[in-house]
């Protein structure tokens, strides 16, 4: 199953006998749960490995339990990246494992290879993790990953394989430590791939243990060195490295299991976006002769498909004419749904600003405090606490989140924004022809969530109708849309959660222009829960170039008198979205209402109250 450095190999013969139907032909690794032994399966005549536990672990009742129940499980996983179990049993007073016999170096080896680059590691390691996203849907946790324990089958195409899966969490009982389990290496030592959670009891720790090992790794395959302590960010210890590398191996390296990512399939989603994969084994070194040949073909090859694909372009080009012209009949999908989709890896940036403990606020700007955000899509530009989207090159959507969460009963996230549509080109009739009319430029307010859940309150490039859209999990999904005056330049949008009624407003404009749109969501006291945790701030981009200024978000109370003004009549879009939208008939505001929360901090001077004065809208001419 495995094979060490020769510095670990001990040249010793046991008995042939010892267990049945196999000979022991040489002890190739030793550790604290026993030795590891080359030897041959007398029936077949195949060369496989042998892991014969000590003798006081034998003797424990709950550990042979354990090891039973280990064992068992091991033997249902079938993964190419993974050593199989051949056999299981007892001899005499002998437990023993059979699995398959692995003759390549290891992972640990291989980093002592020049030729070793940093993107075949990136590659080696999406591997790694496919394996264990599989051993952990059959409910095994490996608990040592390490580079000793990734072995490379170079006759099955130089694939690496992890083994010893499980057996660091076996003993629970006498007191064994995972690091001391394995001698191999022993400077490096397993300790430090475990993750904090496994060092406080190593008996407890989940899958996300298995995630933390991993980002070990591939901090290490990328700078040579262990993320201990305060570490920089690999692109900063290798320049040259993909930044975007950065938030995916920090996450994974989070001390706390919660704030990693929930699976490894979800790691892998992230970091497979970067690294090119192929499903084949290493290609072999190509000769001239075979290179002369290869040549040859592909110049035949290419005669041959410049006659078929004038034909082929022609009946596409009809084809696609027809299909497009036919999406032309349905609406797109509202800006929300198209902004919370997953655009890759996030990019990180920085900008200056003020987060502001005691009063529960960020402003973005000027001030001491360092502000990240991350970025989605498209990417933004950061200019004096401004989050600039520039007009679209490729990509069309683009979002931006502000990490950094505020405390709070309530909320307030406002922001002056500038929407304005890309120049058009000058094949714009015969783009028209495959895409339809040009989409409008959009800008977006938002509150996000977890697991996709936002509200956001959008405007448009054209001074079009502003729109209040919002989903909160499958009972909570649904759009609105007012016919409130809207500025494509210094427009102030504010997203307002009140802390006693935890009613959410969208407001448009500020003054005595101020207008709120719509009904208000009523979120209710456990609104948190409705995002899956406390909303930070974002703002989205479509289909143009978007600059967002003065950004506030606000966790405080506040002393408010506020008179909503009537809100204009409400249109709900429902066949845009395709979801269940269930809208309550628009209230009558008979009186002002005047709120008054917790009183300012000692030292601070009372926040002015606000009245919004109540406007009715003009009648409209009697017709003749």
Same mark, same amino acid.
């Given at each position: 199953m495995m094979t060490v450095p020769a510095d670990t190999a001990v040249a010793r013969v046991r008995q042939d006998d010892l267990i049945p139907g196999y000979r022991l032909v040489q002890v190739v690794g030793k550790g604290g749960m026993g030795e590891v032994h080359q030897a041959v399966q007398l029936s077949l005549g195949r060369t496989v490995a042998v892991k014969l536990l000590r003798p006081e672990l034998a003797r424990d009742e709950q550990f042979v339990a354990r090891f039973e129940k280990e064992a068992a499980a091991l033997a249902t996983l079938r993964h190419p990246n993974i050593v199989s179990i051949v056999d299981r049993g007892k001899a005499a007073e002998t437990y023993y494992l059979v699995m398959e016999f692995v003759d390549g170096p290891s992972l640990r080896e291989r980093m002592r290879d020049p030729d070793f680059d940093w993107l075949t590691a990136l590659k080696t390691l999406v591997l790694v993790g496919r394996a264990i996203d599989y051993a952990h849907g059959r409910g095994v946790i490996h608990r040592d990953l390490k580079p000793e324990n990734i072995l490379f089958d170079e006759q099955a195409g130089n694939i690496p394989k992890v083994t010893d899966f499980g057996l660091a969490g076996i003993d629970e009982k006498a007191g064994v430590e995972p690091k001391n389990l394995t001698q191999t290496n022993v400077a490096m030592g397993t300790a430090s791939y475990m993750?904090?959670?496994?060092?406080?009891?190593?008996?407890?720790?989940?899958?996300?243990?298995?995630?933390?090992?991993?980002?070990?790794?591939?901090?290490?395959?990328?700078?040579?060195?262990?993320?201990?302590?305060?570490?920089?960010?690999?692109?900063?210890?290798?320049?040259?490295?993909?930044?975007?590398?950065?938030?995916?191996?920090?996450?994974?390296?989070?001390?706390?299991?919660?704030?990693?990512?929930?699976?490894?399939?979800?790691?892998?989603?992230?970091?497979?976006?970067?690294?090119?994969? #192929?499903? !084949?084994?290493? $290609?072999?070194?190509? =000769?001239?002769?075979? &290179?002369?040949?290869?040549?040859?073909? /592909?110049k035949a090859q290419r005669a041959?498909?410049?006659?078929?694909?004038?034909?082929?372009?022609?009946?596409?080009?009809?084809?696609?004419?027809?299909?497009?012209?036919?999406?032309?009949?349905?609406?797109?999908?509202?800006?929300?749904?198209?902004?919370?989709?997953?655009?890759?890896?996030?990019?990180?940036?920085?900008?200056?600003?003020?987060?502001?403990?005691?009063?529960?606020?960020? #402003?973005? !700007?000027?001030? $001491?405090?360092?502000? =990240?955000?991350?970025? &989605?899509?498209?990417?933004?530009?950061? /200019?004096?606490?401004?989050?600039?989207?520039?007009?679209?090159?490729?990509e069309a959507t683009g979002r931006a989140l502000v990490d950094v969460q505020v405390d709070g009963e309530g909320l307030r996230l406002s922001a002056i924004v500038d929407t304005e549509a890309g120049e058009p080109s000058r094949l714009e009739p015969l783009l028209a022809l495959f895409r339809g009319p040009r989409p409008e430029a959009r800008s977006a307010l938002m509150l996000l969530g977890t697991g996709g859940r936002y509200v956001a309150l959008i405007i448009s490039g054209t001074g079009g109708q502003p729109e209040l859209e919002w989903n909160l999990g499958p009972d909570k999904q649904g759009l609105m849309r007012a016919p409130l005056p809207t500025k494509t330049k210094g427009q102030l949008l504010q997203l307002h959660l009140d802390p006693?009624?935890?009613?959410?407003?969208?407001?448009?404009?500020?003054?005595?222009?101020?207008?709120?749109?719509?009904?208000?969501?009523?979120?209710?006291?456990?609104?948190?829960?409705?995002?899956?945790?406390?909303?930070?701030?974002?703002?989205?981009?479509?289909?143009?170039?978007?600059?967002?200024?003065?950004?506030?978000?606000?966790?405080?109370?506040?002393?408010?008198?506020?008179?909503?003004?009537?809100?204009?009549?409400?249109e709900v879009d429902i066949a845009g979205l395709n979801l269940p939208v269930a809208v309550k008939p628009l209230k009558k505001v008979a009186k002002p209402t005047s709120v008054a929360v917790s009183k300012p901090p000692p030292g601070k001077p009372a926040p002015t109250p606000v009245q919004v004065k109540k406007t009715t809208p003009p009648t409209p001419p009697k017709k003749k």
């Amino acid at each position: 199953m495995m094979t060490v450095p020769a510095d670990t190999a001990v040249a010793r013969v046991r008995q042939d006998d010892l267990i049945p139907g196999y000979r022991l032909v040489q002890v190739v690794g030793k550790g604290g749960m026993g030795e590891v032994h080359q030897a041959v399966q007398l029936s077949l005549g195949r060369t496989v490995a042998v892991k014969l536990l000590r003798p006081e672990l034998a003797r424990d009742e709950q550990f042979v339990a354990r090891f039973e129940k280990e064992a068992a499980a091991l033997a249902t996983l079938r993964h190419p990246n993974i050593v199989s179990i051949v056999d299981r049993g007892k001899a005499a007073e002998t437990y023993y494992l059979v699995m398959e016999f692995v003759d390549g170096p290891s992972l640990r080896e291989r980093m002592r290879d020049p030729d070793f680059d940093w993107l075949t590691a990136l590659k080696t390691l999406v591997l790694v993790g496919r394996a264990i996203d599989y051993a952990h849907g059959r409910g095994v946790i490996h608990r040592d990953l390490k580079p000793e324990n990734i072995l490379f089958d170079e006759q099955a195409g130089n694939i690496p394989k992890v083994t010893d899966f499980g057996l660091a969490g076996i003993d629970e009982k006498a007191g064994v430590e995972p690091k001391n389990l394995t001698q191999t290496n022993v400077a490096m030592g397993t300790a430090s791939y475990m993750a904090p959670e496994q060092r406080v009891d190593a008996k407890t720790a989940g899958p996300r243990a298995d995630l933390y090992a991993l980002g070990v790794m591939l901090y290490e395959l990328l700078t040579g060195e262990l993320p201990l302590g305060h570490f920089d960010p690999p692109s900063v210890k290798k320049p040259g490295l993909d930044k975007r590398l950065d938030p995916i191996i920090s996450r994974c390296l989070k001390p706390a299991p919660e704030d990693r990512y929930p699976t490894v399939a979800a790691c892998l989603a992230e970091l497979e976006l970067l690294v090119p994969m #192929t499903s !084949g084994p290493a $290609p072999s070194k190509e =000769t001239k002769a075979r &290179r002369y040949v290869r040549l040859a073909k /592909e110049k035949a090859q290419r005669a041959g498909r410049i006659a078929a694909l004038a034909v082929v372009a022609f009946a596409a080009l009809i084809v696609t004419t027809v299909f497009v012209r036919a999406r032309l009949e349905h609406r797109r999908q509202p800006a929300g749904i198209e902004l919370m989709r997953d655009d890759g890896a996030q990019q990180p940036s920085t900008t200056a600003g003020r987060v502001d403990r005691e009063t529960r606020t960020l #402003t973005l !700007g000027e001030g $001491p405090d360092t502000v =990240t955000v991350l970025a &989605r899509g498209r990417s933004v530009t950061l /200019e004096k606490g401004d989050i600039v989207f520039p007009p679209p090159e490729d990509e069309a959507t683009g979002r931006a989140l502000v990490d950094v969460q505020v405390d709070g009963e309530g909320l307030r996230l406002s922001a002056i924004v500038d929407t304005e549509a890309g120049e058009p080109s000058r094949l714009e009739p015969l783009l028209a022809l495959f895409r339809g009319p040009r989409p409008e430029a959009r800008s977006a307010l938002m509150l996000l969530g977890t697991g996709g859940r936002y509200v956001a309150l959008i405007i448009s490039g054209t001074g079009g109708q502003p729109e209040l859209e919002w989903n909160l999990g499958p009972d909570k999904q649904g759009l609105m849309r007012a016919p409130l005056p809207t500025k494509t330049k210094g427009q102030l949008l504010q997203l307002h959660l009140d802390p006693l009624t935890s009613e959410l407003i969208a407001i448009i404009g500020e003054g005595r222009d101020a207008r709120v749109l719509g009904e208000g969501l009523r979120l209710g006291t456990k609104w948190k829960e409705e995002f899956s945790e406390s909303p930070r701030a974002g703002v989205g981009c479509l289909d143009g170039a978007c600059a967002f200024h003065q950004l506030v978000f606000e966790g405080r109370a506040f002393t408010t008198t506020l008179t909503p003004p009537p809100p204009p009549s409400l249109e709900v879009d429902i066949a845009g979205l395709n979801l269940p939208v269930a809208v309550k008939p628009l209230k009558k505001v008979a009186k002002p209402t005047s709120v008054a929360v917790s009183k300012p901090p000692p030292g601070k001077p009372a926040p002015t109250p606000v009245q919004v004065k109540k406007t009715t809208p003009p009648t409209p001419p009697k017709k003749k």
